[in-house]
C-alpha cells in the first residue's frame, strides 16, 4: 500500500513539476517570439530611416554636382571659380600631404633637439593620423565604390 501512495505521490509531483517546467517554457518561448516581433519592427523601422537618409544624400550629392554658372558672367569671374574650386578641391588632401611630409622631416630629421622630438612627435602623431584618416574616411561613395 506505502508503494502505491509513494508511486502515486511520486508521479503527481514529477507529473506537477513537469507541468510547471512546461508552462515556463511556453512562456519563455512566447516571450522569445514577442522580442523576435519585437526586434523586426526596429529593424524595419530602422531601415526606413537609413532608406530615406540615403535618399537625402543622393538628393544633395545631385544638387551639388550642378552648380550653374548664370549666361551675363564676365569671363573673369568664370576663370576665378575655376581657381576657386580648384584650391577648394586640393586644400585637404594639401593639407594632409604636408601634414605627411613634416610628420617625416620631425621623426627622420636631426634639425630638432631629441628633447623638443620627443614633446612634439606625439601630439603630431595624433594631428597627422586625424588628418590622413579624415581625407580617406570622408571620400565620396562615387570615388570609392567601383
Known amino acids: 500500500m506505502f508503494s502505491f ?35 523586426k519592427m526596429e529593424s524595419m ?6 532608406e530615406g537618409e540615403l535618399a537625402a544624400f543622393n ?11 548664370p549666361a551675363n558672367t564676365p569671363a573673369w569671374v568664370s576663370a576665378i571659380r ?33 628633447t623638443a622630438t620627443e614633446a612634439v612627435i606625439s601630439d603630431f602623431v595624433f594631428t597627422t593620423s586625424t588628418a590622413v584618416m579624415w581625407w580617406f574616411g570622408s571620400r565620396p561613395l562615387a570615388r570609392t565604390a567601383k
Open 5 to 39: 501512495i509513494s508511486s502515486a505521490l511520486g508521479g503527481s509531483l514529477l507529473g506537477g513539476i513537469l507541468s510547471l517546467f512546461q508552462k515556463w517554457a511556453d512562456v519563455k518561448a512566447k516571450g522569445m517570439e514577442a522580442d523576435i516581433e519585437i526586434r
Open 45 to 50: 523601422a530602422r531601415l526606413k530611416v537609413t
Open 59 to 69: 538628393t544633395s550629392q545631385q544638387a551639388n554636382e550642378d552648380i550653374a554658372i
Open 82 to 114: 575655376v581657381l576657386v574650386d580648384a584650391f577648394r578641391a586640393f586644400t585637404r588632401p594639401g593639407l594632409t600631404w604636408a601634414m605627411i611630409i613634416t610628420l617625416s622631416c620631425v621623426i627622420f630629421g636631426d634639425k630638432l633637439g631629441i
